[in-house]
């Protein structure tokens, strides 16, 4: 299992990104797949997940109406549009798959990692 995610970088609040995290070595379709984040001196936390077996995408509170995650399946590749950006969004991202057993959004649930993308967003 190989992730990669890119399209960090440095915006000023109220701007946009899009992370993109491109996952080789699974069958796509059988993997839950989720943006975590992890701020310095924070621990890491869940973002939003998308779930193609459950048909099924969720959002943390912090992040809702303001992100968006979606997927290319032809691509294998599952995106992070944030919008609305704010400082409180500076982290590093990460994009994790597994089959997770009970919160989606727990970092502990998943076992395969990308290498991670700075965001840094400026007042």
């Keep these: ?40 001196g924070k621990e890491r936390e869940g973002v939003s997940y998308i779930s193609r ?13 303001r992100f968006t995650i979606s997927s290319d399946n032809a691509k294998n590749t599952v995106y992070l549009q944030m919008n609305s950006l704010k400082p409180e ?10 089959r997770p057993q009970f919160e989606y959004l727990n970092p502990d649930e998943y076992d395969y990692w990308g290498q991670g993308t700075q965001v840094i967003v400026s007042s």
């Design 1 to 40: 299992v190989q992730l990669v995610e890119s399209g960090g970088g440095l915006v000023q609040a109220g701007g946009s990104l899009r992370l993109s995290c491109a996952a080789s070595g699974f069958t796509f379709d059988d993997y839950a797949i989720g943006w975590f984040r992890q701020a310095p």
């Design 53 to 65: 077996s459950r048909g099924s995408t969720y959002y943390a509170d912090s992040v809702k109406g």
């Design 89 to 98: 969004d500076t982290a590093v991202y990460y994009c994790a798959a597994d």
